[in-house]
Nanobody, 124 residues
Framework: QVQLNESGGGSVQAGGSLKLSCAAS????????MAWFRQTPTKEREFVAT????????HYADNVRGRFTISRDNSKSMVYLQMNNLELEDTGVYFC?????????????????WGQGTQVTVSS
């Protein structure tokens, strides 16, 4: 399994930017597709973005496409989520997740390793 630790969350005004980081450890990271999910008290865990094991393919939720960018640096065992033009609805706890396969998924159930989450709060 992969151990994950997110950072970079915080409070920002609408229209602002944040960059989340996810530090991974474990021998299988380089073979793992990765993803970001988010959760609020009133919503189930929601898919945000995913990237395949070498970083050549990405996929986004419709409500973040064009504003968010997922990337990875396998040499540093890191995954990132650059978030631009943030909206109030982007508020939530963001989780980094790893799956034990190389290809992407949008389903939380397909990911076996999770970080503890980092809070993102967007205000008007």
């Amino acid at each position: 399994q992969v151990q994950l630790n997110e950072s970079g969350g915080g409070s920002v005004q609408a229209g602002g930017s944040l960059k989340l980081s996810c530090a991974a450890s474990g021998p299988s990271f380089r073979r793992s597709a990765m993803a970001w999910f988010r959760q609020t008290p009133t919503k189930e865990r929601e898919f945000v973005a995913t990237i395949n094991y070498v970083g050549e393919f990405t996929h986004y939720a419709d409500n973040v496409r064009g504003r968010f960018t997922i990337s990875r640096d396998n040499s540093k065992s890191m995954v990132y989520l650059q978030m631009n033009n943030l909206e109030l609805e982007d508020t939530g706890v963001y989780f980094c997740a790893a799956r034990d396969l190389q290809w992407v998924s949008t389903r939380a159930a397909d990911f076996g390793s999770w970080g503890q989450g980092t809070q993102v709060t967007v205000s008007s």
